[in-house]
């Protein structure tokens, strides 16, 4: 059994032939993806299997989702060690205007925010937005 292998199944996911080349996609890039990208980088596989191995992903805390504002959910791999939760995992995110490209900067967190009594959050996504360091001329 290989690194990924055991990876996968220490997130209790059966390591099938897709789940470990799209978990192996998603390691080799440095930004975020959309289900699309996905699907070109797999052209003969089933639309709903990329989808819900990416589903699964998210649900065993391999994957995030990325709302970058541009109405098309991307996906990246978390950090080890990492559970999402709101004031500890969450960080920001880099959108660039001229590629289109949405990266994560783990090590910038997100702060706590402070919400009146009987708010709960969820949810935290802060995105900043400009011209990322290959974009960047000036």
Known sequence: MNDIEEFLAANNIRPTAMRILVF???AAKDI???LADVELAFEKSERTTLYRTLKTFEEK???HQVDDGTG???YALCEAGCNCEIGTDLHL???CNSCGETQCLTDRKIPVVNLP???TATDANLVVK???NKCNVS
Request: with cysteine.
């Open 24 to 26: 192996k996609l998603l």
């Open 32 to 34: 975020a993806i959309s």
């Open 61 to 63: 805390g391999i994957v």
């Open 72 to 74: 098309v959910t991307k």
């Open 93 to 95: 995110h880099f959108h």
């Open 117 to 119: 009594k009987g708010y």
């Open 130 to 132: 400009g011209e990322c």
